[in-house]
């Protein structure tokens, strides 16, 4: 059934869309579209169709998307648990397609929860480079923590911060942005009943002045030459052209350019920002975004690196009997001695892999300072579910290997214990892909799959 749309949104968009106001209309009677998009650090887009047992349809913009069937339920297959990919809109991978990450890069994130658009940048770093990922709601950045997770994503470090709490730390550093803006969600309306009911204009204009304000604080981070994304999932002008109008207007350094795939989109609606890309829902099988590309000049400013910024991040030193656990751990579990390329530091009882080359991130709020690798408890090393989430099954000496019907498996990802013939860490994996740690002892393997995780899976008949 449809929702109820607020009558002054329509209004608006009536005068926007004009002809085509009722095919526009009509897309809220039709269910909303589903897609998913693989994660290409574990598998390949063609591997991942094999695989899995649900009809794909490949999305035009986005080489790794496809569209599955509203009657299927990839999020509840265990390869969905394996990290193989992230349930999103199709719509919305456009922006980090635009993007253009690439491996060995800084790249920010701005407004990042779930994670959709995190998860996609870091496939494409690949583990290369640094991604930083800015969540300012703390309990949204404990769901995009997790799906980093769940990726296996080992080259971010996640802050909880208002933009002009961090800007200053990172003057000039990026390669790219991303600024995912918050905004009043119109694309929203057809799969979130909430999302009209909060709708306003007044809310729509608070949503444009904090845009500005995102921007300008994003503006202040990105090198000379560097690239910026702005995107929204809301179709008025005041949040899209004419939030970009005003940002060009202030910064001069700064043009707009093609978006890479317009030709699968429509023009931004005003002269100045024709190269932005409007996605409509009834122009194409998406719940609806805007984007633009903006490239900051080269010749205008100099990068100006803080001085301040370049001293390393807070790099306690590793006490000798946990530095001596960790290695103990390592030659254990490992095939290989392993080597970290950043700095090893201990918060409190935690063991993060922090990247070098770092700002000092003093009085930020610092969700997550890199990679989390595991925890001191009760004179013990406990490897985390991040650093298991990351591991190729080859590099670890023990792994109870299940394949995706052994009913076993499905026991361990509900928490229980299951027969091992192993001792010690053991790396869980589905068809090799890892899940999760166990630790064998006396014919039992002791369940580390994460407590908030457990859960009851599809299972294959
Ligand atoms: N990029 C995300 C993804 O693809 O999963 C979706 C981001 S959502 C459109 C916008 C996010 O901006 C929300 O999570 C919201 O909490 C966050 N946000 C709100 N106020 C913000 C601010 N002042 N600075 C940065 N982000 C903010």
Known sequence: MMNVLPTE?????????????????????????????????KVSPKSLENMIPFHFE????CPDGFYFPVTTRPGKHVYHAAGLYYIQEASAMAPVEALQPKPSEKILDMCAAPGGKTTQIAAKMNGEGILVANEVDGKRCKVLISNLERFGVTNAVVLNEQPHRFSERFTAYFDRILVDAPCSGEGMFRKDPEACEHW??????????????????????????????YSTCTFNRRENEYTLENFLRNHPDFELIEVPNHQHFQNGLTDSTALASRLWPHLLRGEGHFLAVL?????????????????????????????????????????????????????????????????????????????????????????????????????????QSYQNRDRELYRFLQGETVPTTHKGWTLVTVDGYALGWGKGAAGILKNHYPKWLRFAYDQPK
Not at 16 to 37: C, H, I, M, W
Not at 58 to 61: A, F, L, N, R
Not at 352 to 366: A, G, I, R, S
Request: aromatic share 10%.
């Open 9 to 41: 949104f329509l209004t608006e968009i009536k005068k926007e869309l004009n002809g085509s106001f009722d095919e526009f209309l009509a897309t809220y009677e039709q269910p909303a579209v589903k897609s998913l998009r693989t994660n290409i650090m």
């Open 58 to 61: 490949p999305i035009p913009w």
């Open 200 to 229: 306003s204009i007044k809310n729509s204009e608070k949503c444009a002045d904090l845009q500005q304000y995102i921007l300008t604080e994003a503006a202040k981070m990105l090198k000379p030459g560097g690239r910026l994304v």
């Open 295 to 399: 490239q900051k000049k080269q010749d205008i400013e100099e990068a100006k690196i803080d001085k301040k910024s370049k001293k390393g991040i807070k790099n306690a030193r590793i006490p000798k009997q946990i530095s001596a656990l960790f290695e103990a751990f390592i030659k254990d579990t490992f095939v290989e001695p392993m080597s970290f390329s950043g700095n090893l530091v201990l918060y409190g009882d935690h063991l993060y892999e922090t990247p070098l080359d770092f700002p000092n991130l003093d009085k930020c709020k610092v969700a997550q300072p890199g990679r989390y690798l595991g925890e001191i408890r009760k004179g013990r090393f406990l490897p985390s579910h991040a650093w298991a989430m990351a591991l190729q099954a080859n590099s670890i000496k023990q792994v």
